[in-house]
């Protein structure tokens, strides 16, 4: 059941029978086609972009597009943000013309943007203040994920956001977990990424070593695969050509998940490690490493291409 607050009454709806007015905010690489799914469950979706042409994709596959977020969420039941970075998404809802302070009271706000954990309280706090329920729902999975519906939601906030949420996030995504509170859903996708960006540097390491002692590449695949140094890195997104046929490495490293958006969350875990006065000297280094790539050749390369720059430093 979704339960929607406005003008103070409750009214309870089951999913899918009823039709909830949707606010999506971010009509990018990923929200374009997550705001497309919520279309294509019959749900009336307002989107908003800065980009024309992400506003024209939108429209192509059935939804409305608004001239502004305030327009977009003066009538919303839900509204979906999904935007490049926390200064974006601070300003799109308490800046001028935020729309915490222009959606009806009980609002529930769902942020998918990946930020860092203060802006996210920060954020959360306000939205509490203004009277709204509001979630952080950041994703893993990537561009297939969202075009498939099959993203993975970490979500931080009260249970009753949670449980409101959990039925629009049910339509984007194949797996939904309430984190804990505000801030946990982003804290959780930071964790996450900073351990995935050190095992592929580990996994690269690997292979670069082998190559230089003469170990046929295919045969420490094999043997690792089934060894205590099996990782996803290796078995679901191997760096190098052959063993994963589905991975980047096959398709000349094109993204996939670009090295800028794994230094984003490498450069996110670090200033959270420095806040909370954690010690991430792995995660620290990781971080380094993806910017001497994204600064040599790296920046349009999926992330498991760092081990071109492994092979060159060695
Ligand atoms: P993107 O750059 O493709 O999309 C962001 C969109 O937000 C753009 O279309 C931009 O025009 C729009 N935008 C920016 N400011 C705006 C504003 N004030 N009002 C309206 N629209 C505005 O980025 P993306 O790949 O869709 O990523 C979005 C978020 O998802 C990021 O936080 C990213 O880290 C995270 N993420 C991305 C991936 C991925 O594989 N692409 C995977 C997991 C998480």
């Known amino acids: 059941m979704f339960k929607i607050q406005m003008d103070d009454d409750f009214q309870e709806v089951a999913m899918g029978e009823t039709v909830l007015r949707v606010a999506f905010v971010g009509l990018g690489n990923m929200g374009g086609p997550m705001a497309a799914n919520l279309v294509k469950a019959g749900h009336e979706v307002v989107g908003v972009d800065l980009s024309e042409e992400a506003r024209a994709a939108f429209q192509a596959v059935g939804g409305q597009v608004a001239t502004s977020a305030v327009e977009a969420v003066r009538e919303a039941q839900a509204v979906v943000t999904m935007l490049p970075a926390g ?16 959606a009806p009271k009980g609002t529930l706000f769902i942020d998918s943007s990946t930020i860092d954990v203060d802006c996210s309280r920060e954020v959360a706090k306000a939205a509490s203040d203004a009277g709204m329920d509001m979630v952080d729902a950041p994703v893993s999975g990537g561009i297939v994920g969202a075009a498939n519906g099959t993203l993975t939601f970490m979500v931080g906030g009260p249970e009753g956001a949670f449980e409101r949420a959990k039925s629009l996030l049910d339509i984007m995504g194949a797996s939904i977990v309430h984190a804990g509170e505000a801030g946990a859903g ?7 990424n900073m351990l995935l960006g050190i095992s592929m540097i580990g996994t690269c390491e690997a292979f670069v070593l082998a190559e230089k002692l003469g170990l046929d590449p295919q045969k420490l695949y094999d043997i690792s695969s089934k ?10 997104y191997c760096p190098i050509p052959g063993p994963v046929p589905t991975s980047p490495a096959n398709n000349d490293y094109t993204p996939g998940f670009a090295a800028p958006m794994m230094l984003k969350d490498l450069l996110l875990a670090e200033e959270a490690a420095d806040s909370s006065g954690a010690n991430t000297p792995m995660g620290e280094k990781a971080a380094r490493l993806y910017e001497e790539y994204c600064n040599n050749g790296g920046e349009n390369v999926d992330f498991s291409g760092i081990i071109h720059l492994l092979r060159k430093s060695g």
Request: charged share 10%; aromatic share 6%.
């Open 87 to 102: 200064k974006h998404v601070r300003s799109v809802y308490t800046g001028e013309g935020g729309i915490l302070a222009h």
């Open 227 to 236: 060894s205590s140094g099996q990782c996803w890195s290796l078995t679901s």
């Open 186 to 192: 982003q804290a959780a996708k930071i964790c996450n």
